[in-house]
């Protein structure tokens, strides 16, 4: 390695360091960087950073997300990173989204350059879309094979002609609009899931009605719940959820989901009046909604104790999740907002996106940071883990469900600092069990639970 400026920032090549290395570490180093590559075949490239996130790039006359791609396609080279800042702001979507879709575009190219031999053959991850509207039917194509590298492989147009379908093969994902003619797509679900299990997402316009049905539906096994697009932002949001869903659907483990059960209203709530002293902290991902309906809504009500839930979902869902779980438990149940104190007997649900911390303010404790409501910016668990251990110490308790995906090591080990307890979700029972597995080799946890068995966990006075 060549080092220069030690003051301003280095130069220098590296050897087997990647471009996506250098850009991840300039990410999470989260100052203003300026990281200039010229490549083997003398192209200039320049790239910034801010916040944790890539700003601005530029290659030539191109600028922003085309130029990433461009950088990020370069074999080798050498580089230079410097504290610099730029007023310019030419992208927008989150350094994973840009790694992944570099990544995916590079697969693409290499394709293309080498040629596939007889015996091998290119894998795609197949897609059933399921829904009546010609128009979103080939939208949905176009999005999953022109964008996102998938093969959609069945269409239908009602629940009936999805079963069919079922019948003869099983894509790794079925696309399920939930209003549609002959077989509504709730009934079909039903269907599914007893004759023929797959992944399926559901799809619908997101009002109060509709969303109440996606969220409870949600209970015999879908995976994720998506709101149908209606512009051109929302079909670039459908588009990185699909992505996101679709990166992970070949190490789902299908067979582990189990329905949750039908759930009940109830008729006294607890009226948040004091400061919360006991934090109920749970954070989860894919196949993670599923399970938050068998945990919820049978949490012993404790007039002391504030539950924060932070759920890897579609933007925009919060509110309607918040709506949901709001009749089915004591606690008074609200979407996240930064700045409100946490009250005992309260329930908050956010995005598990954006950077938030918890410290006291006054006689209360609050939720401070910057949300995110795109789903770009990657959840600081560390500061968030590390400031409510802080507040809470032994009176937290932390709860890891299916699918979490943030970096949590240096979190978990400041809750085990201050006393506090990490309840796993027992692998065998998750749809995306991966994540949790590799925290268990940290050895950082309490106890693995079934999700059904962790309020009566947390209702057991600790030793």
């Known amino acids: 390695m060549n080092n220069t400026s030690a003051t301003n920032g280095f130069v220098g090549e590296i050897e087997g360091l990647s471009l996506v290395d250098l ?4 990410c999470l180093a989260g100052d203003d960087r300026k990281l200039s590559v010229l490549s083997s075949d003398d192209n200039l490239g320049v790239l910034f950073f801010s916040n944790n996130e890539i700003v601005h790039a530029e290659f030539g006359e191109l600028v922003g997300e085309e130029a990433f791609f461009r950088i990020m396609s370069w074999p080798s080279g050498t580089f230079s990173m410097l504290f610099d800042k730029t007023n310019d702001r030419t992208i927008d979507s989150s350094w994973n989204f840009l790694l992944l879709e570099a990544a995916r575009r590079l697969d693409e190219q290499q394709k293309k350059v080498a040629p596939v031999k007889e015996d091998e053959q290119v894998i795609l991850p197949t897609v059933l879309v399921v829904d009546d509207s010609r128009f979103f039917t080939k939208a ?70 509709h969303s109440f049905r996606m969220i409870d539906f949600m209970r015999y096994g879908a995976v ?42 109830v008729e006294h709530k607890i009226t948040p009046t004091q400061a919360a002293k006991k934090l109920i902290l749970i954070l989860s991902g894919l196949g993670g909604m599923l399970e938050l309906q068998k945990i919820i809504p049978t949490l012993e009500p404790d007039e002391t104790t504030t539950v924060l839930v932070l759920q890897n979902m579609y933007p925009g869902m919060a509110k309607h999740l918040t709506s949901y779980f709001n009749s089915f438990t004591p606690y008074v149940v609200t979407t996240l907002n930064l700045n409100e104190e946490l009250l005992g007997g309260q329930c908050r649900i956010g995005n598990c996106y954006g950077r938030r911390q918890i410290v006291f303010q006054g006689n209360a404790p609050v939720v401070l ?55 796993l979700q027992e ?17 950082l946890e309490d106890s693995c639970l079934r999700p059904e068995d962790i309020s009566a966990y947390l209702a057991q006075p600790r030793a």
């Open 23 to 26: 850009v991840q570490f300039a």
């Open 140 to 209: 949905f194509v176009t999005l999953f094979e022109d964008q996102i590298n998938a093969k959609v492989i069945g269409t239908a147009t009602n629940g009936k002609e999805a079963l069919k379908f079922l019948e003869m093969q099983t894509p790794d994902l079925v696309t399920l609009d939930m209003t549609m003619p002959v077989m509504s797509g709730d009934v079909a679900l039903k269907h599914i899931m007893i004759r023929s299990p797959a992944p399926v997402v559901l799809l619908s316009n997101f009002n109060d009605e």
């Open 224 to 265: 994720d719940v998506v709101a149908k697009p209606i512009n051109p932002d929302s079909w670039r949001l459908i588009g990185r959820r699909l992505q996101y869903i679709l990166m992970n659907v070949r190490e789902f483990c299908f067979e582990n989901l189990s329905r949750a059960k039908n759930l009940k209203p």
């Open 369 to 423: 940071g910057q949300d995110d409501q795109l789903n770009q910016l990657p959840l600081d668990a560390e500061s968030l883990l590390r400031s409510a251990s802080e507040v809470f110490g032994s009176l937290m308790s932390l709860i890891l469900l299916s699918g979490v995906d943030v970096d949590l090591k240096n979190g978990m080990e400041a809750v085990k600092e201050k006393g506090g307890r990490i309840i």
């Open 427 to 443: 692998s065998e029972s998750c749809l995306l069990p991966g994540p949790l597995e590799a925290l268990k080799t940290l050895a």
